[in-house]
Each structure stands twice: as structure tokens, then as C-alpha cells.
């Protein structure tokens, strides 16, 4: 009976892992097509295609927060992103960030962008976290508890430039803004 247990709870869990493992890949698919990071276009028609369905993607667990908030990357160089149809291509947009890093509420499912992308969803996490959370945590003591899961972004540094307005801070910077190439243009 004890063995019998033990299977079962092993199987719901890898189910479980599964099944937020597919939900964060279709996430970061949906973020990319969303901001026009990656376009994916039929090779004979030439159209873009919206559909997440079209494209399998590599991408790491980071770690995880509370076991109910799970960080996961996808940079440049060390994962792939391919259509799973010949007809299709995928184009890479992005001009300056080579790593993108999203976190999932794996009960909910909602996902938040935190590093890379077009935006930053850092307050909306703090908001879930605080909401969310079975005992009462100050946003300070949430910040500095994810800055102890080390996930490659200061959290701290995040949380700062957010409460100062400071959307030109390197750790807020969006991915459609220009990359220096080859010095100052003048």
C-alpha cells in the first residue's frame, strides 16, 4: 500500500511539472509573438502566423519561489526555438536583449515578464506574491527573498527603478530599444 502510494504521488507530481513546463513554453511563445520578437511566416505566402502551436522552444528552470512561482529563461546561443512545420520560418526581432526570463504562478497560470521583452511585469508579481501568500510579507521582505533564489536579476535594483520611475535603469531595459552596434551615430 505504501509502495502503491508513492507511485501514484511520483506520477501526479511528474504530471504536474509536465503540465506547467508545457504551460510556461506556450507563455513565452505567446509573449514573443505578442511583441513581435519572434515572427513566424509561411515560407510560400509569406503571412505571419500567430499561432504558438507552430513553434517548440528549449527553455531553463531558473528556480523557484514558494513552490508556487517558477522563473524559467530562454536566451540566445543556448536554447532553440524552431517550427515544428518545414513551410515555416521563424524570424528573431529582437535588437538588444539575448537573455528573457518569465516567471509562472503555476496555480493560476499567469506569467510575468521579468527580464528581456517589451515591458516589465515585476509590480503585478509583488501584487500576486502579496496577495496570494498565506502569511502577511512586507514587498521589501518578498523583494529581498527573491533576490535570494539568484536567477541572474537583482530584484532589489527592479523594484528600485520601478518605485523611482526610472525606466531608463539597465535592469528596465526593453528589448525594442536600439542595441549600439558599432559606436555613436552622428
Known sequence: MKKLVMVLFLITSLN???QANNDIKKS????????????????????NLYNPDFIEIEINNLNNY???????????????????????????????CNEYILALNIINKKSYRIKGFNGNDFLFLLKDISEL????????KIVSELDKIHIGVNFTDIYNALKKLDYNADCLKSCSEPKEAHGKVR
Open 16 to 18: 504536474a511539472f509536465s
Open 28 to 47: 513565452f511563445v505567446l509573449r514573443f509573438l505578442e511583441e513581435n520578437i519572434v515572427v513566424v511566416k509561411n515560407k510560400d505566402t509569406k503571412y
Open 66 to 96: 514558494d513552490s508556487d512561482y517558477m522563473f524559467y529563461r530562454f536566451k540566445l546561443g543556448e536554447n532553440t526555438i524552431k517550427a515544428n512545420d518545414e513551410k515555416l520560418e521563424i524570424l528573431f526581432n529582437s535588437s538588444s
Open 133 to 140: 501568500s498565506t502569511e502577511r510579507k512586507t514587498i521589501k
